[in-house]
């Protein structure tokens, strides 16, 4: 089996240490990023409501939100690879904060289709540099810096639905431009990351430790090559599941237990925080034993767990979601820094295609799902879409990965 070793293990990492204040600003950046992003999923019963929607067209919100940034990732990974844009994250928060704003005053769905598409415009900007900015500010600790960074993202999403709960639902789809206040706060602290950024890629190049060139993947092109499509298509089958409860869940604790809307909010909360908790575990953990031991045990490990759901009361259902989080979000990070490992001179393209891919996939199984709840129910989809994780089989073909030094 063909060995992948992370080339930010390679040199002379041990002299550096990361970059601290770069990375938590970045992890605050994508906290804001990510909360404004998931407050969409969390609006979906006030919508549902308002404007008499199914839940095809509850599936077809989520795909024009995401698909935007599914498409214009990779692109704009690829441009920043050649020539990376530091300010490039506030733009794309501008493009965010007119997105909520419209999104606020919408009187009918195709508005509110659109505004959703220039909320993911706004995310589709943020990642591929942000990507980049964190890999360069840590030193050689991927897993460490990656975890900081995607901390912020995943207590954002997680915090997104407990906001609206208490602000929106109960104020109404106009309240949502108080948001507007959260978008302020990130373009600010973009501005100064930005700022600190081209200071610390100055420096680095000065002294000779910048240069991108310096990072190469060892392994054949063809193994590459497979490894990004097994990685394409574990990521799909995590992805795929967590958009099963990003957009359905609250519907689902609703019909299946007859709870408020606040309540399905509050679990969808729980489910989302404890996987802040696991990206950061896998991340780091992936570091000490490979990253494709990592991958092997939050996919196919969830498995028994998702396949146990749908037939558990609600204590019990609470208990499994929370457990299905914690497992199966830990495998982000060692996806993504895996396949940077593989391509590592494309930091911006691989950051982009992958959180493009993310939400791309998302969207696009929602709309499916929400397909398969038309025809046979809530609690049938979630029944159907629990084998999902069993694609976690075609970690076997990746190639092993060894851990990065102490």
Avoid at 6 to 16: D, E, F, K, N, Y
Avoid at 164 to 175: E, F, H, K, M
Avoid at 200 to 227: D, N, Y
Avoid at 248 to 267: C, N, P, R
Wanted: charged share 10%.
């Amino acid at each position: 089996m063909t060995t992948l070793s992370s080339p930010s293990a390679l040199g002379t990492q041990a002299a550096r240490r990361p970059l601290l204040p770069i990375l938590v600003a970045l992890s605050g950046a994508h906290f804001l990023n990510d909360l404004i992003q998931s407050m969409i999923p969390a609006l979906y019963p006030l919508l549902k409501e308002a404007y008499r929607l199914d839940f095809a067209q509850i599936g077809l919100i989520t795909l024009a939100f995401q698909v935007t940034s599914s498409l214009l990732q990779p692109l704009l990974g690829f441009i920043t690879d050649r020539k990376p844009w530091p300010y490039a994250m506030v733009a794309g928060m501008c493009a965010t904060l007119s997105g909520l704003l419209a999104l606020a005053f919408a009187h009918s769905y195709p508005m509110i289709l659109v505004a959703a598409a220039m909320v993911g415009l706004g995310s589709a900007v943020f990642h591929p540099e942000a990507t980049r900015m964190a890999r360069h500010a840590a030193a050689g600790q991927q897993g460490f810096a990656q975890g900081i960074f995607q901390i912020g993202g995943h207590a954002g999403y997680a915090t997104g639905p407990l906001l609206a709960a208490a602000l929106v639902v109960p104020r109404g789809q106009t309240s949502l431009a108080w948001v507007s206040i959260v978008a302020l706060i990130a373009i600010a602290l973009m501005t100064w990351t930005g700022t600190r950024y081209a200071e610390m890629r100055k420096a680095q190049a000065a002294s000779g430790k910048g240069k991108p060139t310096a990072e190469r993947s060892h392994l054949p092109q063809h193994t590459v090559l497979l490894a990004m499509i097994v990685l394409m298509v574990l990521l799909l089958s995590k992805n795929a599941y967590q958009a099963a409860f990003t957009s359905f869940y609250t519907f689902y604790l609703i019909e299946a237990f007859g709870v408020s809307v606040k309540l399905s909010q509050l679990m969808l909360f729980l489910f989302l925080v404890v996987g802040a908790v696991g990206v950061v575990i896998g991340g780091m953990i992936g570091d000490r034993i490979g990253r494709d031991r990592v991958i092997w045990l939050s996919i196919l490990g969830a498995l028994p767990f998702t396949l146990a759901l749908p037939y558990a009361n609600l204590f019990w259902t609470g208990v499994l979601s929370v457990i299905i989080g914690f497992i199966i979000s830990s495998a982000f990070a060692s996806i993504l820094i895996f396949a940077i490992d593989l391509v590592p001179h494309r930091v911006g393209l691989v950051g982009g295609l992958f959180y493009g891919l993310a939400f791309g996939l998302g969207g696009i199984s929602a709309a499916a799902l929400g397909l398969v709840a038309d025809a046979y129910g809530i609690v049938a989809m979630f029944k159907i879409c629990a084998w999902l994780p069993a694609l976690g089989l075609l970690t076997f073909f990746l190639p092993k990965t060894r851990p990065s030094p102490a």
